[in-house]
T-cell receptor, first 115, second 110 residues
Framework: DAGITQSPRHKVTETGTPVTLRCHQT?????MYWYRQDPGHGLRLIHY???????DKGEVSDGYSVSRSKTEDFLLTLESATSSQTSVYFC??????????????FGPGTRLTVL | GQSLEQPSEVTAVEGAIVQINCTYQ??????LSWYQQHDGGAPTFLSY????GLEETGRFSSFLSRSDSYGYLLLQELQMKDSASYFC???????????FGIGTKLQVIP
């Protein structure tokens, strides 16, 4: 299994509070991603990174920001959490492998509840 | 943009064969991937097709037709542990961006 951890694994917070989720990898992979997963929507890309300090928006980036100061860490921040951000958040990593160039490896997920 | 369509639910009998279809619309297509996700777990990679044809990995096979923008995942000799959600995904554009379908929930019944 790819070495990906997420912290915290579960979090309950209140509307309006800031929340930061952390993704840590030991694979030295270049690409890192944050997804949210909601019933009926599958996995939707929030933000991704293609290198240290290089990030870009995904399809559902409003209300989220990210930072990547080291290869191994990718942080997702909800500046002011809302109930619509209650979801399961997955971090993923990938590398341009010759055989399976687009393969992504997922972390265990963080279940976030915003009350 | 990219879009994928796959059935939301499929039910099949233990020991049987099931096919999960996926159609896609995308620009700059690189390949079609399949992922499995058990309830409460993380998605895990199953297979990848970049070229037309069938790829076989044990009980699982994946097929791609680039001209039809269509692929499928074939699961043979179904086992109860195969009950899970299966996602097709396409990569398009640069930076390894992947778009996932909404997933097909497979229920294997005795």
């Amino acid at each position: 299994d790819a070495g990906i951890t997420q912290s915290p694994r579960h979090k309950v917070t209140e509307t309006g509070t800031p929340v930061t989720l952390r993704c840590h990898q030991t694979e030295n992979h270049r690409y890192m991603y944050w997804y949210r997963q909601d019933p009926g929507h599958g996995l939707r890309l929030i933000h991704y990174s293609y290198g240290v300090k290089d990030t870009d928006k995904g399809e559902v980036s409003d209300g989220y920001s990210v930072s990547r100061s080291k290869t191994e860490d990718f942080l997702l921040t909800l500046e002011s959490a809302t109930s619509s951000q209650t979801s399961v958040y997955f971090c993923a990593i990938s590398e341009e492998e010759r055989e399976f160039p687009d393969t992504q490896y997922f972390g265990p997920g963080t279940r976030l509840t915003v009350l | 943009g990219q879009s994928l369509e796959q059935p939301s639910e499929v039910t099949a009998v233990e020991g049987a064969i099931v096919q999960i279809n996926c159609t896609y619309q995308t620009s700059g297509f690189y390949g079609l991937s399949w992922y499995q996700q058990h309830d409460g777990g993380a998605p895990t990679f199953l297979s990848y097709n970049a070229l037309d044809g069938l790829e076989e990995t044990g009980r699982f096979s994946s097929f791609l037709s680039r001209s039809d923008s269509y692929g499928y995942l074939l699961l043979q000799e179904l086992q109860m542990k195969d009950s899970a959600s299966y996602f097709c995904a396409v990569a398009a554009g640069g930076y390894q961006k992947v778009t996932f379908g909404i997933g097909t929930k497979l229920q294997v019944i005795p």
